[in-house]
């Protein structure tokens, strides 16, 4: 008899007339098996390959992201969080500034919960290492990261803690050579139901696919675009962007460019001079305005800001505002 699993890859993979994509319920279903382990690896290479080649739908985004979401239990009495934060790509031209972005919203009592990489491409620096750098401990599960938001209002979980299934299958990359669905699902994961998310993305038109796969999915407030390095990270030396979703409403905000000449890789990429920066110690006209202009857009994500214009000025003076021994005193 034919293997369940397999029609999924017929419907993907029977030629330039034959194939087609996949629906929601479709793709649902298809990822429901693959998380169920109902799959043989080979289809499972087969399946993903084949949607690389002819890229992911809104669609079918959407009904993985939900069977996903499904596979994902909340821990009893986790505080509500504000805000669902991607962090997958890590960063080799920058340092990771929208880390102390995230901390500057959860200073102010707004409760982000970060998920991304443990680590991954060497030259890159992904959260964890940041967050050593600051004293900082990613959580080790959704129980611990429940506890971390009650004290401190931040915590970052890896993917491996969250779905080891899914971190597997993200790591096939180096076996397949190639990116995969998985890459696109992962940031749409939202594994406590925040009421918002912010998510950058690195390949141009996956921001409108995720826009539409929030919408499909009936998220109601979402900021996906192209930031540095492929991170949720406002690049303050070119325009921005904006896909969204505001109240359900889909829209597109331009972010204007805060320097009229581009800035040079930073050479040191030292983690420790983000404590540095936060306390005062340390200037750094380009990490200053992508802090700032990365808070800005995830102010307007969450409802806290109107318009671009009053997002900055929000962000601007939750900065001058900051307490200096916040990072010290959340450590440990």
Not at 155 to 170: E, H, K, P
Request: overall charge neutral; glycine content about 10%; some cysteine.
């Amino acid at each position: 008899m034919e293997h369940p699993f397999a029609k999924f890859i017929q419907i993907l993979g029977k030629g330039q007339r034959g194939a087609r994509d996949l629906t929601q319920q479709e793709a649902e279903q298809a990822m429901t098996m693959i998380l169920a382990h109902q799959v043989e690896p080979v289809q499972l290479g087969a399946f993903l390959m084949l949607m690389r080649v002819k890229e992911e739908t809104g669609e079918e985004v959407a009904g993985f992201a939900r069977a996903v979401r499904n596979s994902l239990t909340r821990p009893a009495g986790f505080p509500a969080v504000d805000l669902d934060w991607a962090s997958y790509a890590g960063k080799r031209r920058q340092l990771p500034w929208y880390l102390l972005s995230a901390l500057l919203l959860s200073s102010h009592n707004i409760r982000v919960l970060m998920h991304g990489m443990a680590s991954g491409i060497e030259g890159r620096i992904f959260i964890p290492q940041a967050m050593q750098a600051l004293g900082l401990k990613p959580a080790a599960s959704l129980d611990e990261a429940s506890a971390q938001i009650a004290k401190t209002n931040f915590a970052f979980i890896s993917l491996g803690a969250l779905n080891s299934d899914l971190d597997r299958m993200l790591g096939l990359k180096s076996v397949l050579g190639l990116r995969s669905p998985i890459h696109t699902i992962i940031r749409m994961l939202n594994p406590v139901g925040a009421p918002a998310s912010i998510m950058g993305i690195f390949h141009p038109g996956y921001d409108g696919t995720h826009q539409r796969a929030a919408s499909l999915m009936g998220d109601h407030n979402l900021a996906v675009f192209k930031g540095e390095g492929g991170e949720a990270e406002r690049n303050p030396d070119a325009p921005c962007n904006v896909k969204m979703l505001l109240d359900g409403i889909m829209l597109e905000e331009e972010w204007p460019a805060l320097f009229s000449s581009k800035h040079l890789k930073n050479e040191s990429m030292d983690p420790s001079n983000l404590a540095k920066f936060w306390r005062g110690e340390l200037e750094d006209e380009y990490g200053k305005a992508s802090v700032l202009g990365t808070a800005a857009i995830a102010l307007r994500t969450i409802g806290r800001a109107h318009s671009i214009t009053d997002a900055e000025a929000q962000a601007a003076k939750l900065w001058e505002s900051r307490d200096i021994g916040y990072l010290q005193r959340i450590a440990g």
